[in-house]
């Protein structure tokens, strides 16, 4: 693997890392087991399996969904359920239920600790294209441009020196033919894209499904310039129009046959496609095959089952066997509903407050595995706004309080305490848990006959 400086990054082991801490490697395996609990859940995992089974482990996951992370994994990635449900002899359902609490589990724990987002790009348009009335215009992005120019009088000085007039008169030149390519590349782009106005005012004015066939040469011979021109021009541009964000290219399109109509765009195609899958029945999604069907029949579009996978994969759509959405009619752990109660006392009741404590509070379900009953009481104390909070879930009881000057801020000062206590309990639990384990593997190794004294 290469690192953004170019330079190899070499893979470490857990025993790599304890000989360069000096520690041993049962020990190191520990402190690297404390080191993933820390926030953000789930860093410093060697794997997927082990970033999910952490976070799993704290959260409080049941035997069920331990055992389908450390074991069906790839399973789970492709909706192959009732495989997992026949190695796990469980009903299907209650896998349907483990996924969906599996998916809620991040399996890029420092995703949002990054300045930012690798595939996220800031893109300023060359063009934009507006619409005054019937009438389409388009002008060039200059804004906050610097302008290119020759300061004239600095020229003339320096071309009275004799010794520098060749070299200067050279370099004037050269500013002057990048000055007027500048230009000239300003005016193509601008001419270019008044020809895709021209040409797709459909597209300009209904959106991406009126997109009409067309390609280089087209417009190469509307404007009098090369087809490589025109490759080079539309290359990593982008215009700005009431439809969105469009790079130039995106409106060259290849044609595709209709029965008894004319030609339609590739791109067309495919938002036909997309509207087509994002209207199906998600219990019952359309095969590629069904697609072609439909559109044919609705549009007089005939396209091969192998071209509409290809423009689903180009969208990102998975395939039907994968998009089947899950309605569970069983319920393993919500029996009952989440209830919270918010009670005012000597203060005056407020929608907005009550709304922000119940979401404050509600926020916490996620890290519990029973639904929660919460009892909220918010007070007026000696001039100090005073919240107090009491969650019961299962077995677990939870109590916090907080005064202080403003009762938004001890509303969320209560929930930072309670997903602490919340988080506590989780880790107590799984430490017991591990030093059970631990004491029922040293009672095993020393189960064998105690030696006499004589021996």
Same mark, same amino acid.
């Given at each position: +693997?290469?690192?953004?400086?170019? !330079?190899?990054?070499? +893979?470490?082991?857990?025993?790599?890392?304890?000989?360069?801490?000096?520690? @041993?490697?049962?020990?190191? !395996?520990?402190?690297?087991?404390? %080191?993933?609990?820390?926030?953000?859940?789930?860093?410093?995992?060697?794997?997927?399996?082990?970033?999910?089974?952490?976070?799993?482990?704290?959260?409080?996951?049941?035997?069920?969904?331990?055992?389908?992370?450390?074991?069906?994994?790839?399973?789970?990635?492709?909706?192959?359920?009732?495989? %997992?449900?026949?190695?796990?002899?469980?009903?299907?359902?209650? %896998?349907?239920?483990?996924?969906?609490? &599996?998916?809620?589990?991040?399996?890029?724990?420092?995703?949002?600790?990054?300045?930012?987002?690798?595939?996220?790009?800031?893109?300023?348009?060359?063009?934009? =294209?507006?619409? !005054?009335? @019937?009438?389409? *215009? =388009?002008?060039?992005?200059?804004?906050?441009?610097?302008?290119?120019? %020759?300061?004239?009088?600095?020229?003339?000085?320096?071309?009275?020196?004799?010794?520098?007039?060749?070299?200067?008169?050279?370099?004037?030149?050269?500013?002057?033919?990048?000055?007027?390519?500048?230009?000239?590349?300003?005016?193509?782009?601008?001419? =270019? *894209?008044?020809? #895709?106005?021209?040409?797709?005012? @459909?597209?300009?004015?209904?959106?991406?499904? #009126?997109?009409?066939?067309?390609?280089?040469? @087209?417009?190469?011979?509307?404007?009098?310039?090369?087809?490589?021109?025109?490759?080079?021009?539309?290359?990593?541009?982008?215009?700005?129009?009431?439809?969105?964000?469009?790079?130039?290219?995106?409106?060259?399109?290849?044609?595709?046959?209709?029965?008894?109509?004319?030609?339609?765009?590739?791109?067309? =195609?495919?938002?036909? &496609?997309?509207?087509?899958?994002?209207?199906?029945?998600?219990?019952?999604?359309?095969?590629?095959?069904?697609?072609?069907?439909?559109?044919?029949?609705?549009?007089? &579009?005939?396209?091969?089952?192998?071209?509409?996978?290809?423009?689903?994969?180009?969208?990102?759509?998975?395939?039907?066997?994968?998009?089947?959405?899950?309605?569970?009619? *069983?319920?393993?752990?919500?029996?009952?509903?989440?209830?919270?109660?918010?009670?005012?006392?000597?203060?005056?009741?407020?929608?907005?407050?009550?709304?922000?404590?119940?979401?404050?509070?509600?926020?916490?379900?996620?890290?519990?595995?029973?639904?929660?009953?919460?009892?909220?009481?918010?007070?007026?104390?000696?001039?100090?706004?005073?919240?107090?909070?009491?969650?019961?879930?299962?077995?677990?009881?939870?109590?916090?309080?907080?005064?202080?000057?403003?009762?938004?801020?001890?509303?969320?000062?209560?929930?930072?305490?309670?997903?602490?206590?919340?988080?506590?309990?989780?880790?107590?639990?799984?430490?017991?848990?591990?030093?059970?384990?631990?004491?029922?593997?040293?009672?095993?190794?020393?189960?064998?006959?105690?030696?006499?004294?004589?021996?």
């Amino acid at each position: +693997e290469v690192g953004p400086d170019g !330079e190899e990054i070499r +893979e470490l082991t857990i025993e790599d890392l304890a000989l360069a801490s000096d520690l @041993d490697p049962v020990d190191a !395996e520990e402190v690297l087991h404390l %080191i993933q609990q820390f926030d953000p859940v789930g860093v410093a995992a060697r794997n997927l399996g082990e970033c999910l089974r952490v976070q799993a482990e704290l959260a409080g996951f049941d035997d069920l969904e331990m055992a389908i992370i450390e074991r069906h994994l790839p399973n789970l990635e492709k909706h192959n359920y009732q495989a %997992i449900a026949r190695d796990l002899c469980v009903p299907v359902e209650e %896998i349907y239920e483990a996924a969906k609490e &599996i998916q809620k589990l991040e399996s890029r724990p420092a995703r949002n600790f990054t300045t930012a987002d690798e595939r996220t790009l800031m893109i300023s348009p060359d063009v934009y =294209v507006t619409r !005054e009335g @019937d009438k389409w *215009t =388009v002008v060039d992005n200059d804004r906050g441009m610097q302008r290119l120019y %020759i300061n004239d009088a600095l020229a003339k000085r320096l071309l009275k020196d004799p010794k520098a007039k060749a070299y200067v008169g050279e370099k004037l030149k050269t500013a002057q033919w990048l000055m007027r390519a500048i230009e000239q590349r300003r005016k193509t782009i601008i001419s =270019v *894209t008044e020809s #895709f106005v021209e040409r797709q005012r @459909d597209f300009f004015e209904k959106g991406p499904m #009126f997109l009409r066939p067309m390609i280089l040469r @087209d417009i190469a011979d509307q404007v009098g310039m090369h087809e490589s021109t025109i490759s080079r021009v539309t290359t990593n541009k982008y215009v700005h129009t009431p439809q969105g964000l469009f790079e130039l290219k995106y409106f060259f399109n290849s044609s595709i046959r209709r029965v008894a109509e004319d030609d339609i765009a590739s791109e067309s =195609v495919k938002q036909s &496609i997309k509207k087509i899958i994002e209207e199906e029945d998600k219990q019952n999604p359309l095969s590629d095959q069904a697609i072609v069907e439909l559109l044919e029949k609705a549009s007089g &579009i005939q396209i091969a089952r192998r071209t509409v996978a290809k423009y689903r994969e180009m969208l990102g759509i998975l395939a039907s066997s994968k998009r089947k959405k899950l309605f569970l009619r *069983t319920q393993r752990r919500r029996s009952h509903a989440m209830n919270i109660a918010i009670t005012f006392r000597h203060l005056d009741a407020s929608d907005p407050m009550k709304e922000y404590a119940t979401d404050k509070i509600a926020k916490l379900q996620k890290f519990l595995r029973q639904p929660m009953r919460a009892r909220v009481i918010l007070s007026m104390e000696n001039k100090k706004h005073r919240c107090e909070a009491e969650i019961n879930a299962g077995e677990l009881h939870l109590v916090a309080s907080e005064v202080g000057g403003d009762m938004y801020a001890s509303i969320d000062s209560v929930a930072d305490k309670l997903e602490r206590q919340i988080n506590h309990q989780h880790g107590a639990r799984i430490a017991q848990k591990r030093g059970a384990e631990s004491a029922g593997e040293f009672a095993a190794r020393g189960s064998g006959p105690v030696p006499s004294v004589d021996e």
